[in-house]
């Protein structure tokens, strides 16, 4: 049962403009989320967090929206750059431990 | 140091060969994961230790060992592996164990392939 998903494969944006990654989930007790950037051969990176008291928090071009009543999630990038051609993952803790991650989003910069 | 470390990075092995992954962290964390990571999937949990005790097993083959020594290395023991196994091996870590909140460091990975 994928309790995070990320309804979208992948994504091209032009370089310059905003790059929006979507993710929903089902189980209402989430209360943090994070987004994590992979690039091939690599381990995920942390990006940015929220926790689900708040419904935005920023962190220089990257920006995630939370919509607890949709139970949806966003990631705003602004303005999109080449070396933020990457797989996308959003994450929830399951229990204190177990993070279960998204499906995952390709996003592709173009110059 | 803020980094995760891995190694090796890349390994081949055969299904009656006996081998080690090896992760190492040096920020203080007390919780450390193994993941593992198909093609074009998430990575998906296989064990966690908080202080250095094996708090999770996601229903892991025993023929996957995981060892964690002291707080700052965690091993994964192979044996018996199937071609299936191949995959990317990630290790993360966080600052406490127990506290959903608490980011997860990952390393880079090794890649794994069993012939």
């Known amino acids: 049962d994928q309790q995070v998903k990320q309804n979208s494969p992948s994504l091209s944006v032009q370089e310059g403009r905003i790059s929006i990654l979507n993710c929903d989930y089902t189980?209402?007790?989430?209360?943090?989320f994070l987004w994590y950037k992979k690039y091939p051969a690599e381990g995920p990176t942390f990006l940015i967090s929220?926790?689900?008291?708040?419904d935005k928090n920023e962190d220089g071009r990257f920006t995630v929206f939370l919509n607890k009543s949709a139970k949806h999630l966003s990631l705003h990038i602004v303005p999109s750059q080449p070396g933020d051609s990457a797989v996308y993952f959003c994450?929830?803790?399951?229990?204190?431990?177990?993070?279960?991650f998204g499906t995952g989003t390709r996003l592709t910069i173009i110059p | 140091d803020t980094e995760v470390t891995q190694t090796p990075k890349h390994l081949v092995m055969g299904m009656t060969n006996k081998k080690s992954l090896k992760c190492e962290q040096h920020?203080?964390?007390?919780?450390m994961y193994w993941y593992k990571q198909k093609a074009k999937k998430p990575p998906e949990l296989m064990f966690v230790?908080?202080?250095?005790?094996?708090?999770i097993n996601e229903s892991v083959p025993s023929r996957f060992s995981p060892e964690c020594p002291n707080s700052s290395l965690l091993n994964l023991h192979l044996h018996a592996l199937q071609p299936e196994d191949s995959a990317l091996y990630l290790c993360?870590?966080?600052?406490?164990?127990?506290?959903?909140?608490?980011?997860?460091?990952f390393g880079p990975g090794t890649r794994l392939t069993v012939l």
């Open positions: 189980n209402s007790m989430f209360d943090y």
């Open positions: 993360a870590s966080s600052p406490l164990a127990g506290r959903s909140t608490d980011t997860q460091y």
């Open positions: 929220i926790s689900s008291i708040k």
């Open positions: 920020m203080g964390h007390r919780a």
């Open positions: 994450a929830a803790p399951l229990g204190n431990e177990k993070l279960t």
């Open positions: 230790y908080s202080y250095e005790k094996l708090s």
